[in-house]
């Protein structure tokens, strides 16, 4: 049972224009939220986060928007540039206090940015 | 700074041998994680180390273990390897503490004959 979903594979966007990643969660205690970008070759990189407490975290062109109540995130690329090209996944953690520091991650998204 | 470093990148065995990779976490970081990543499964957690203390486990047998040293480095091993263990095994380390993110290495790549 997949607790994280990126249901779309592959994303193509225009070189300038906003690339927007989609990422659905079904497990309610999941209370912290990241982004990850991956080349080929290369291990995730770490992006962004957003803590359950907020509801939008921006840091320079990236910026991660949670809805709660949909149990949904996305990450909005704005503007996109060619070297954004790469596998972005989502992942979620539970509460900490919980004991629970592991990371669920979607499948990824494919994303292509045309020149 | 000094990123996370696994050793070796690549390394090929074969079914029945067991296989012992290595990780050095970020200079402060006390938490380091374990991931399998194929394919069809993705990222899998395997496990998570705080302070030389196994603190979460996930779902994957028993020939699967690891240890972290008092220097916050980390050892996995696999024992018994079958070809489904064929698969880039990432290390990842944090803080440790809440809402801290992991970063991790570059992977080591395990190709079972």
């Known amino acids: 049972d997949q607790q994280v979903k990126q249901n779309s594979p592959s994303l193509s966007v225009q070189e300038g224009r906003i690339s927007i990643l989609n990422c659905d969660y079904t497990n309610s205690m999941f209370d912290y939220f990241l982004w990850y970008k991956k080349y080929p070759a290369e291990g995730p990189t770490f992006l962004i986060s957003?803590?359950?407490?907020?509801d939008k975290n921006e840091d320079g062109r990236f910026t991660v928007f949670l809805n709660k109540s949909a149990k949904h995130l996305s990450l909005h690329i704005v503007p996109s540039q060619p070297g954004d090209s790469a596998v972005y996944f989502c992942a979620a953690s539970g509460n900490p206090g919980a004991g629970s520091y592991q990371l669920t991650f979607g499948k990824g998204t494919k994303l292509s940015v045309i020149p | 700074k000094a990123g996370v470093t696994q050793t070796p990148r690549y390394l090929i065995k074969t079914r029945g041998q067991q296989v012992t990779l290595s990780c050095s976490p970020i200079?402060?970081?006390?938490?380091v994680s374990w991931y399998q990543q194929t394919p069809g499964q993705g990222l899998q957690f395997l496990f998570e180390y705080f302070s030389e203390t196994q603190r979460n486990k996930g779902n994957f047998p028993g020939r699967f273990s690891g240890r972290q040293f008092s220097n916050s480095r980390s050892e996995m091993n696999v024992s018994t390897l079958e070809l489904g263990d064929s698969a880039l095994y990432l290390c990842?380390?944090?803080?440790?503490?809440?809402?801290?993110?992991?970063?991790f290495g570059d992977g080591t790549r395990l190709s079972i004959l």
């Open positions: 200079s402060g970081h006390r938490s």
């Open positions: 990842a380390s944090s803080l440790g503490t809440e809402h801290q993110p992991q970063h």
């Open positions: 957003i803590s359950s407490i907020k």
